[in-house]
């Protein structure tokens, strides 16, 4: 039994910050910015907009276009590393909110990886008959997380969400999720934080006059390790499903750095027109990246049925995985 993909949906929120808005912020610029990780604008979300909002948006697209209505759902599986609160859980809060029935919803953390994590997972409880219809998120609202005196991280995240609707393939459908890879490193944590307001460092006046409760990035190394990772879990992607690199149509890569896009397209010989790309319009939006970029494509008819369609993310944890679909 195949699982399969049956609606996508995606949401950003309105407010536009540019390269050249962030020059008033730090000191930096929109040549650096660009030219070092091929952002140019990203979008913000207002301080009473919390990521449930977003998902909520993201998820009745994709309910729509699966149609499927909420009360048809079985499962509610949200990645974040921005929920509206440690707890109760964003999932929880978004099956109120889309009226579903009482179900299991939980979030999970992995970082940028989010999204693959939660297909994988929505994917092992349909093919063994404990869901049928399942709702995967990848939702972040990391510019409520972001040190804006850091210039070398506030210039390069975004928020917004990413949902897809999954359910049981027919048996004589060829499409559906034909394997998935997933894989952690916690000994690289520290790498990539959000240091403080956990149990490790609960909150106090010092966690928060020292900006503890925002992002901690050591972008170089992050960057070598998500170069190597990327093109590890797109190669389990490939070997896992079968699908040889030629017959792939369209790669669908986390968005962290247009160099690393670059990088990957190259070491999988796959020309740059075959590889989805919003880092431009979004910057780094975590775990709703690969499912915004997925949304687009399917939504502007670039991926069409019958297309394999390979998802490859890295992040913090550090964790990395993919996905191989035949839509
Ligand atoms: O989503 C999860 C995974 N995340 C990632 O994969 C992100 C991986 N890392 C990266 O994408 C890159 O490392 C960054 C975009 C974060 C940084 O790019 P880089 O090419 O690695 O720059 P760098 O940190 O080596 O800094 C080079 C120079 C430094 O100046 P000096 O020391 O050479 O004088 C920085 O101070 O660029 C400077 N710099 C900036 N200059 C203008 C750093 N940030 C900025 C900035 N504007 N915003």
Not at 2 to 31: A, W
Not at 204 to 230: C, P, Q, W
Not at 256 to 278: C, G, S, W
Request: proline share 3%; charged share 25%.
């Amino acid at each position: 039994m195949r699982t399969k993909i049956l609606g996508t949906g995606s949401f950003v929120p309105e407010k536009v910050l540019t390269n050249f808005d962030l020059e008033k912020i730090v000191d930096t610029s929109d040549e650096w910015i660009r030219t070092r990780t091929g952002i140019i604008e990203r979008r913000i979300a207002d301080e009473n907009t919390p990521s449930s909002e977003l998902a909520l948006k993201a998820s009745e697209r994709a309910l729509d276009m699966a149609k499927i209505s909420p009360d048809q759902l079985d499962l509610i599986i949200v990645g974040t590393v921005t929920p509206d609160y440690m707890f109760p859980s964003t999932a929880c809060i978004l099956q109120n909110k889309l009226g579903a029935r009482k179900i299991m919803a939980y979030d999970q953390s992995a970082g940028c990886t989010g999204f693959i994590y939660a297909i994988r997972q929505a994917d092992a409880f349909i093919r063994s008959g404990m869901a049928k219809y399942a709702l995967a998120i990848g939702v972040e609202e990391l510019t409520k997380i972001t040190n804006w005196t850091d210039r070398s991280t506030c210039v390069l995240f975004g928020d917004g969400a990413g949902a897809a609707v999954l359910g049981p393939a027919d048996d004589e459908d060829e499409a559906g999720i034909l394997a998935t890879y997933a894989a952690a490193d916690g000994s690289l944590g520290d790498l990539l934080i959000q240091q403080a307001g956990g149990s490790a460092m609960p909150a106090s006046h010092e966690s928060v006059d020292k900006n503890l409760h925002t992002i901690y990035m050591n972008g170089n190394e992050v960057f070598k390790h998500a170069v190597r990772s990327m093109e590890e879990a797109a190669l389990k992607g490939l070997e896992l499903s079968g699908i040889p690199m030629e017959k792939l149509n369209w790669l669908v890569p986390h968005q962290a750095n247009i160099r690393i896009i670059d990088f990957l397209a190259r070491r999988l010989k796959l020309p740059m027109e075959q590889v989805v790309v919003t880092i431009d319009k979004y910057g780094n939006t975590s775990a709703s990246s690969i499912p915004i970029a997925l949304d687009e494509a399917v939504r502007d008819g670039r991926i069409k049925e019958g297309d394999y369609v390979l998802l490859v993310a890295f992040g913090a944890g550090f964790t990395w995985g993919s996905a191989m679909i035949r839509w």
